[in-house]
């Protein structure tokens, strides 16, 4: 490769570089206008579109010019939360972070719950012996509610393996 060759590829490396820095950060934005912390968006949205398998949580303080403690507690969120994974690399002390493929049926599951960890919450606060009144009501409406939306959740994942099979064109699970 000449030496021209080798400052165009690394070019295109800096502008697809740039542009996965750049996405990060717009994904960052909408994950705080949601309501969530921009740094937790700025490593979902560098681990969507990142092209290696995993990175390394010093790469991803770097690539995201973030605190190295910024990073450490966000993966932590994050792996919590079933939007990310660690990877173990066998001799290597250092943290490792991918992004499955289908992190979004696994946070429905995730979702789930969270959910039923509100139900139970509700069903406990019935048995402090709320009897009358208003918070009896918000108690087993709230879970009333949270038993309706688990139950859909199912419903949703078993709809949505169901379309991904139909968009790869394999047979329904």
Same mark, same amino acid.
């Given at each position: 490769m000449s030496t021209d060759d080798a400052a165009a590829t690394a070019e295109v490396v800096d502008e697809k570089e740039a542009a996965?820095?750049?996405f990060a950060e717009d994904f960052g934005l909408f994950w705080e206008a #949601?309501?969530?912390p921009r740094m937790e968006g700025r490593i979902l949205g560098y681990l969507l579109i990142m092209d290696a398998p995993y990175i390394s949580?010093?790469?991803?303080?770097? @690539?995201?010019? #973030?605190? #190295?403690?910024?990073v450490s507690t966000t993966t932590r969120r994050l792996v919590e939360g079933g939007w990310v994974r660690r990877h173990a690399i066998p001799?290597?002390?250092?943290?490792?972070f991918r992004m499955e493929n289908? @992190? /979004? *049926? *696994? /946070?429905?599951?995730?979702e789930r719950r969270f959910l039923e960890k509100q139900?139970?919450?509700?069903?406990?606060?019935?048995?402090?012996?709320? &009897?009358?009144g208003d918070a009896r009501q918000r108690l087993i409406n709230g879970r009333d509610y949270m038993t309706w939306v688990i139950s859909y959740h199912r419903k949703m994942? @078993?709809? /949505?393996?169901a379309a991904k099979a139909e968009r790869? *064109? &394999?047979p329904k699970p």
């Open positions: 996965r820095r750049a #949601a309501g969530s949580s010093a790469d991803l303080a770097s @690539v995201l010019n #973030a605190s #190295a403690g910024s001799g290597d002390r250092s943290h490792y289908d @992190v /979004w *049926g *696994g /946070w429905l599951a995730g139900r139970d919450l509700m069903e406990r606060g019935l048995e402090l012996g709320f &009897t009358d994942l @078993v709809d /949505w393996e790869d *064109g &394999t």
